[in-house]
């Protein structure tokens, strides 16, 4: 199986009221408790924007300098992601057009390089 990052820009997605906002939790929650009942899901969050950035950090001469502001200039945000356990390209592919469809919203998909680790009650897992 291989690991695939799954991911929207919160740049990508339109405003919406709280109703619409409650409508696309509803539908997506359908689409996470598939990918559960399949075993592919491994992790996933959303509902990151400007307004969930706790600071940013910097290498200064070998030590990290944490500053509240400004932060890195860019006008992309992660705005969520789901990270799968899948066999293949086309597995993700499907599971990326499910979100996307149920979002109405575009999603990338990054394939990771290798296994990732995971720590859990203090061992490091795979």
């Not at 910097?58 to 945000?77: I, L």
Request: proline share 6%.
């Amino acid at each position: 199986m291989t690991e695939y990052l799954i991911a929207f820009n919160d740049e990508w997605v339109p405003d919406h009221t709280a109703e619409e906002v409650r409508e696309k939790a509803t539908a997506v929650r359908a689409v996470i408790e598939e990918m559960q009942a399949d075993g592919v899901l491994i992790f996933t969050n959303g509902g990151l924007d400007r307004s969930t950035v706790v600071c940013s950090v910097e290498p200064v001469a070998g030590t990290p300098v944490f500053t509240d502001g400004p932060y890195v200039e860019t006008k992309e945000h992660l705005g969520g992601f789901a990270v799968v356990d899948v066999p293949d390209d086309a597995a993700a592919r499907y599971w990326a057009g499910r979100l996307a469809t149920v979002l109405d919203w575009p999603q990338e998909v990054h394939r990771f390089r290798g296994p990732g680790q995971v720590r859990r009650n203090g061992s490091v897992e795979r």
